[in-house]
């Protein structure tokens, strides 16, 4: 339930900065509205092939680029070298 609630209330976050940011620039609400319930669905699409993408690189593979192993000394993330 915990993960329905934060991704409910990730998406209404997604779509109010979405609005707000297009709303302030062109003070078009219907253009802000109608770029604040595209955007979050092309990146929907754009975050499935990034994933896929991401998937073809192991981790071993990044050390190369300079990261050590993921979780390295607690910190739960790639540190850099």
């Known amino acids: 339930m915990r993960d329905i609630l934060k991704t409910l209330s990730y998406g209404s976050l997604h779509f109010s900065v979405g609005f707000g940011v297009v709303y302030l620039l062109t003070g078009e609400v219907a253009l802000a509205a109608g770029v604040a319930l595209i955007e979050p669905a092309v990146n929907t699409v754009v975050f499935y092939f990034h994933e896929k993408a991401w998937a073809r690189f192991p981790a071993r593979a990044l050390k190369g680029l300079g990261f050590r ?13």
């Not at 000394?73 to 850099?80: L, W």
């Open 69 to 81: 192993r993921l979780g390295h000394r607690g910190q739960g993330g790639a540190q850099p070298a």
